[in-house]
Structure formats: C-alpha cells, structure tokens
C-alpha cells in the first residue's frame, strides 16, 4: 500500500484514500464512485472515513442518497487530486526513460466518439506501445472535459460546443449531425419535412451535458422538445430507437453511416443545413506524461482536420 509521510503526528495518509476521496468528490456519491474504482461500497466508506480520522476533518455531509463535499473536503479536493495527478506523472516518467514499453493512459470519451471513433484512432497506437495500459471512460461531453480539468484522466475525445479554455485542444476529424427516421415513420414518407412537422412526432434525445444535444437545438430551432421526448443516455440506445420507428432522432452521421446504407434509417429532407462539429481531443497544458504525449502525436499523424477545423 503506497503511503504519504504523517505530518503533525498524524496517522499517515494512503493513495487509495485520497483517490477515493477524489472520486466520491466527484461523483457526489459513493456507490457510483465504487463502480468506478472497481471497490465495494463499504470498502470505499472504509477509506473515507480512514482518511477523515487521520486528518480530524469531516469531508463529506449526506445529502439525499448522495454526498457533498464540507468546506474543508473542497478546500483539500483540489490538492488531493494534484497529489495523485504527480504519482502518475511520476511512474510515467520512469516507464518512459526505458523507451515507453510500459504505461498508462487514462482517457475519457464522449459516447459518438467512444463508441464509433476511438477504436480506429487507437488501432495504430496499441500496435506501436503494445506495452501501454489504456483506460477508457464513456460519459458525456460536459462530464470528459470536467475529468480533465479535475485531473481524473490524461486527456478527453469530445463533440460538441461546451466550453473548453484553460484546455490545450487537438482537432481530429469531422463529423456531421443529421435528422433520420425509420423508412416506415410517418415523416420519412413527406417530401419536405417542416420543422413545424416534427413537434406531432416523438423526439429521440440524448441526456443534458451531451454535445450532440447541444447542437440539436441549433439544428431543430423552435421545434426542438416541442412534441414528445423519449431522453436516452447513450448514442446507441438513440440509433436503436430511431430503427425500431419510435421516433426521430438528430445524430452523428458516424452513428448511422450503415443503417443509412442498407436503409434501415433515411435522413429526413427538413430542408437545414447539415450541422458539422469537430471531433477534438483535449488536455491540460501541464500533461506531457511519455503516455499522452506519444498518444498526441499519434492523434496528430492521423488528423483528417485543417486548422480552420474543416476536413483536408
């Protein structure tokens, strides 16, 4: 068990208490941190208040069924990350003097991105640094840059407008949304599809923080969640949806690319300009662990997009 020195004669202090301490933090609940940390519910208790007793402080107050932190917990979140942010740099630096044949890398993806882009980005790399121990997070778009910025993860694969200064960005290729339906929904069969139109038929969304829904709302205008709205969270869940015919859907055309093709899903003529967005990976501009740092250049050698973020 690694340890960090006592200090004032208190009890020492372990990484795994501080890395449960920064996860439930994150979370706001600890049964979801557990699932994360791959640790039980009472294990990750154990650790928090192990950690409470050693430092005499309270961290966490209940709040519902979830947690939140004490003023003490958040003034000591952000250094406690830092912490286990330097013990990664650390070992990274040391696999990376015998030429990367081992290290880690954490990453978090957005949901289109993880599921339908990351696999072919990574091919090439996991062929060259077999000996690199890659981790993927699917979440959303809003919560890959938030693990970025709290040092959860080296870096983050997103779509979508949110925010992301103070973050060093990379963008990778292009991608299009598109506005589908199953061949047999009542849209599919109009010639012109006002958006007027849609707010009769169910609307197929995504979860809050998604940067696909995001730009729907660009997309759609007025009529965006006029009518019915089945939300879903994951991109799959959304396609599967659209081909059973319960309604219709904005989507990255990565997504949908092969039910387009064999016509299991037809793009509905609404008349919009296509929305394009670009794929991008980010991190912070301290990052530059022999992990990331060779997974950059790899994104970089393989980027479909021009500065002007349009394709090449």
């Given at each position: 068990?690694?340890?960090?020195?006592?200090?004032?004669?208190?009890?020492?202090v372990?990484?795994?208490?501080?890395?449960?301490?920064?996860?439930?933090?994150?979370?706001?609940?600890?049964?979801?941190a557990?699932?994360?940390?791959?640790?039980?519910?009472?294990?990750?208790?154990?650790?928090?208040?192990?950690?409470?007793?050693?430092l005499?402080?309270?961290?966490?107050?209940?709040?519902?069924?979830?947690?939140?932190?004490?003023?003490?917990?958040?003034?000591?979140?952000?250094?406690?990350?830092?912490?286990?942010?330097?013990?990664?740099?650390?070992?990274?630096?040391?696999?990376g003097?015998?030429?990367l044949?081992?290290?880690?890398?954490?990453?978090?993806?957005?949901?289109?991105?993880?599921?339908?882009?990351?696999?072919?980005?990574?091919?090439?790399?996991?062929?060259?640094?077999?000996?690199?121990?890659?981790?993927?997070?699917?979440?959303?778009?809003?919560?890959?840059?938030?693990?970025?910025?709290?040092?959860?993860?080296?870096?983050a694969?997103?779509?979508?407008?949110?925010?992301?200064?103070?973050?060093?960005?990379?963008?990778?290729?292009?991608?299009?949304?598109?506005?589908?339906?199953?061949?047999?929904?009542?849209?599919?069969?109009?010639?012109?599809?006002?958006l007027?139109?849609?707010?009769?038929?169910?609307?197929?969304?995504?979860?809050?923080?998604?940067?696909?829904?995001?730009?729907?709302?660009?997309?759609?205008?007025?009529?965006?969640?006029?009518?019915?709205?089945?939300?879903?969270?994951?991109?799959?869940?959304?396609?599967?949806?659209?081909?059973a015919?319960?309604?219709?859907?904005?989507?990255?055309?990565?997504?949908?690319?092969?039910?387009?093709?064999?016509?299991?899903?037809c793009?509905?003529?609404?008349?919009?300009?296509?929305l394009?967005?670009?794929l991008?990976?980010?991190?912070?501009?301290?990052?530059?662990?022999?992990?990331?740092?060779?997974?950059?250049?790899?994104?970089?050698?393989?980027a479909?997009?021009?500065?002007?973020?349009r394709?090449?």
């Open positions: 068990m690694y340890m960090i020195d006592t200090f004032d004669g208190l009890r020492a372990t990484l795994d208490q501080l890395e449960a301490f920064v996860v439930v933090a994150r979370h706001e609940h600890v049964t979801r557990a699932g994360e940390l791959g640790l039980t519910q009472p294990s990750v208790s154990h650790h928090l208040r192990s950690l409470e007793d050693a005499g402080l309270s961290l966490f107050e209940r709040v519902g069924r979830g947690v939140r932190l004490t003023d003490d917990g958040r003034a000591l979140a952000g250094p406690a990350a830092a912490v286990l942010a330097a013990r990664r740099s650390f070992l990274d630096v040391a696999e003097r015998t030429g044949v081992v290290g880690r890398l954490a990453i978090a993806a957005s949901n289109t991105v993880g599921i339908y882009r990351l696999p072919d980005w990574l091919s090439g790399f996991v062929e060259r640094f077999p000996g690199v121990a890659v981790n993927v997070r699917l979440v959303n778009t809003h919560e890959a840059i938030r693990m970025v910025h709290d040092v959860a993860v080296d870096c694969l997103v779509e979508g407008p949110e925010p992301r200064q103070g973050l060093d960005e990379l963008g990778v290729e292009v991608d299009e949304l598109v506005v589908v339906a199953a061949p047999e929904h009542p849209l599919a069969g109009l010639d012109r599809v006002r007027a139109d849609l707010s009769g038929h169910r609307y197929l969304a995504r979860e809050p923080g998604s940067g696909t829904e995001e730009l729907a709302a660009q997309l759609l205008g007025s009529s965006y969640r006029r009518g019915p709205v089945l939300e879903l969270g994951q991109v799959d869940a959304v396609r599967a949806a659209v081909v015919g319960l309604g219709y859907a904005v989507i990255s055309l990565a997504a949908v690319a092969d039910d387009l093709a064999a016509r299991r899903l793009l509905l003529p609404t008349g919009r300009q296509r394009t967005r670009t991008a990976a980010l991190r912070r501009p301290s990052s530059h662990s022999p992990s990331l740092d060779a997974f950059w250049s790899h994104l970089r050698a393989i479909t997009v021009r500065v002007d973020g394709s090449t």
